[in-house]
């Protein structure tokens, strides 16, 4: 079973930048699109940038140009590049896969606060 372990989630003032990563355990990490999603109490989980097998990225509206989401397959990992940071950020990060949802890992918490 994959298992998914974020890290890299601090406070920082808006403005400032953070760099999120995710370790994928198990064989499959390569097979799949991976994705960065945020979830805030009382709302709905979001899916903000997604990185297809070839390098192909997407992103969500609020994040373009900002985030810059990438992967390295030789180490399983998965990485979200944070820049200009804005109190609405502020969220706790997960990774998965988009087209092959696995369970949950315990997230990252970014926090964009003066």
């Known amino acids: 079973q994959v298992q998914f372990v974020e890290s890299g989630g601090a406070s920082v003032q808006p403005g400032g930048s953070l760099r999120l990563a995710c370790i994928a355990s198990g064989s499959t990490f390569n097979y799949w699109s991976v994705g960065w999603y945020r979830q805030v109490p009382g709302k709905q989980r979001e899916l903000v940038a997604s990185v297809s097998r070839s390098s192909t990225t997407n992103y969500a509206d609020s994040v373009k140009g900002r985030f810059t989401i990438s992967r390295d397959n030789s180490k399983n990992t998965a990485y979200l590049q944070m820049n200009s940071l804005k109190p609405e950020d502020t969220a706790v990060y997960y990774c998965?896969?988009?087209?092959?949802?696995?369970?949950w890992g315990q997230g990252t918490q970014v926090t964009v606060s003066s």
């Open positions: 998965n896969f988009p087209n092959s949802v696995r369970p």
